[in-house]
């Protein structure tokens, strides 16, 4: 991924978030999406992160899911040869 491996775009509900990576071909400019969820350890002191969600970080899952979708789109995710 370009951009030095840092996102160019982080969308965050809660715990949940999307990191927004842009990819360039030649002259094609593409975005992909990662997703990850930060909880706390059981001793409760650390935070860590995973690719895993529960029942109820679903429609947090979501509604980060459709945020980072109109940050493409708006930031003209894709451009196509015309």
């Known amino acids: 991924m370009s951009k030095g491996n840092r996102p160019v775009h982080e969308v965050r509900l809660g715990t949940v978030k999307a990191s ?5 071909y030649g002259e094609t400019t593409r975005h992909s999406v990662t997703f990850l969820r ?4 059981k ?3 650390q935070w860590k992160t995973t690719e895993s969600f529960g ?5 947090v899952l979501g509604k980060v899911i459709d945020r980072a979708h109109a940050w493409i789109w ?3 995710a894709v451009s196509r040869p015309e």
């Open 55 to 59: 029942r109820d970080d679903l429609l």
């Open 20 to 24: 927004i990576w842009e990819n360039t």
């Open 43 to 45: 001793e409760g002191d």
């Open 74 to 76: 708006d930031n003209k």
């Open 38 to 41: 930060s909880y706390k350890d």
